[in-house]
């Protein structure tokens, strides 16, 4: 029987999809699963959408694969990645490639490449995003790993990525070892504000104009129409729609208002903090989710904190909903620049040396954070490779400053009715704190250099001070 030119081993609903897609764009795929069922049901439900061949054993699956081999190893990420990983090394030869396509933390993806290469093999930490949908029918896909390892690796998974409108697949080597997984992180992370803002947008539509979730889905629907077409808008306005079949109730109503996660915004947000890169919606979304959480504090504090809230106050209906759009299309604006900022951070310090025009590119289809803005974003990086910040890309800067406006009269209205908007609100802040001309931050320098001689720089000369708090309080040069 003819080799296998790519393994999948791990075959629950993402690495069964992945091996369908492979198998669907004509690759022959070896399959593995530690519970040889799941191998089995893959290959009775769809053996006939291309050519697997099953094993039972993972020497069998090794054995099945033409060289180099590449593995795709989709399990849960941690210890389990780590248990497949070191099974296989023993059965694999120099020169083969394994791929993590699982949602692994960049530092294990760095520590596994590290180890795996001083053994000659190749490990490439590949982001997949889209979901199931995605695996099966074409994910965004970010490999990180070495660079010669695309050569043979690339094509086969350029075939089943997602395409943009313009035909480009969307996948691209991302840098080495640890760059893969960590532009996914990021994208979960702006995946996390991307939803808080919108989920903010609700509840201000909702309590301001004190309309129905279904009522709402019409404004998203429509939104969807404009620059904010995107794949979360659209699934939001079908949410929304949805009516429960127990209750006749909106479901929207009936799901408890408690968020959960599964660790890539925090991870995101740690990395921030570690990088210093003020990634304040990610941020906020992510400390949102905690809080929608902490259901005892909330049960606590209901009732009994005052509000003494205003009623909303706006021009009209139709003025409000365009106030809110604007706000939440120039927050958004604001949680990608601080999400490319932080890819920027992370390449310097590792020397990965990510293109941050490809990661537009690549986050146009196939992954959930899809949308029409990235090809503005895209076009931004295409005018300027080295810009320091979104925000400041011409077409940007006209868009924001079309918006500000409403932004301010959104945030001020969520202040005064106290609606909470945390990641409006940061954002706004944000974006304020760029344009400053002066920062408190002086203020700051000069408390630092009384209470710890922590020195500060002056305006007005080179070299650093401090002043003789405790002595006769003038200024020495340190
Ligand atoms: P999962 O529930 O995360 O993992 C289940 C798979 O891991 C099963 O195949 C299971 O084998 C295997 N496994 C667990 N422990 C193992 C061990 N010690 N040794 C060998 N195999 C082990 O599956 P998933 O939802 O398909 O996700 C797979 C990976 O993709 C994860 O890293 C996940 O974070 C990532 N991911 C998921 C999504 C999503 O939408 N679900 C999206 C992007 C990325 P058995 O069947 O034998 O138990």
Not at 75 to 88: E, M, S, Y
Not at 245 to 254: E, P, Q
């Amino acid at each position: 029987m003819a080799l296998a030119q790519i393994g999948v081993t791990g075959l629950a609903v993402m690495g069964r999809n992945l091996a369908r897609n492979f198998a669907r764009n004509g690759f022959t795929v070896a399959v593995h699963n530690r519970s040889a069922q799941k191998m089995h049901s893959l290959i009775e439900d769809h053996g006939d959408e291309g050519t697997f061949i099953g094993s039972e054993s993972l020497e069998e699956f090794v054995a099945s694969l033409e060289t180099p081999r590449k593995v795709v190893v989709m399990v849960q990420a941690g210890g389990p990645t780590d248990a497949v990983i070191d099974a296989l090394v023993p059965l694999l030869d120099q020169g083969d490639i394994i791929v993590d396509a699982g949602n692994a933390l960049y530092t294990d993806t760095m520590r596994r490449e590290k180890d795996l290469a001083s053994k000659g093999l190749h490990f490439v930490g590949s982001g997949v995003s889209g979901g199931e949908e995605g695996a099966l029918l074409g994910p965004s896909i970010m490999p990180g790993g070495p660079a010669e390892s695309y050569v043979t690796l690339g094509p086969i998974l350029e075939k089943i990525a997602a395409k943009a409108e313009d035909g480009t697949p969307c996948c691209v080597h991302i840098g080495p070892d640890g760059a893969g997984h960590f532009v996914k992180m990021v994208h979960n992370g702006i995946e996390y504000a991307d939803m808080q803002l919108i989920g903010e947008a609700y509840d201000l539509l909702r309590q301001g104009l004190d309309l129905e979730p279904a009522e709402i889905a019409d404004i998203f629907a429509e939104w969807n129409q404009g620059d904010l077409e995107s794949f979360l808008i659209e699934i939001t306005a079908e949410v929304l729609r949805q009516t429960d079949a127990r209750t006749g109730k909106a479901l929207v109503d009936v799901i408890k208002d408690e968020a959960g996660q599964k660790g890539t915004g925090r991870w995101t947000v740690k990395s921030g903090l570690d990088l210093g890169v003020p990634i304040t919606g990610i941020a906020e979304a992510t400390f949102a989710r905690a809080i929608s959480s902490q259901v005892a504090q909330r049960q606590a504090a209901r009732g009994v904190l005052a509000g003494d809230a205003q009623e909303f106050a706006f021009e009209s209906r139709d003025a409000f909903i365009e106030d809110v759009r604007l706000a939440l299309y120039a927050s958004k604006v604001v949680a990608y620049a601080q999400g490319f900022d932080q890819i920027r951070a992370a390449s310097d310090e590792y020397d990965w040396d990510i293109a941050l025009g490809d990661m537009a590119k690549i986050w146009r289809e196939g992954c959930i954070i899809r949308a029409r803005f990235l090809d503005r974003i895209t076009e931004a990086f295409e005018r300027d490779a080295a810009l320091s910040s979104l925000l400041v890309d011409p077409y940007f800067v006209d868009e924001v400053a079309g918006s500000v406006a409403a932004w301010r009269r959104v945030v001020a209205q969520s202040a005064l009715t106290g609606v909470p908007a945390p990641a409006f609100a940061s954002s706004l802040a944000y974006y304020d704190s760029l344009r400053a001309e002066r920062l408190p931050a002086a203020l700051i320098q000069g408390q630092r250099d009384f209470f710890g001689a922590h020195t500060y720089k002056r305006v007005d000369a080179e070299g650093t001070f401090h002043t003789l708090w405790s002595g006769d309080r003038s200024e020495v040069e340190a």
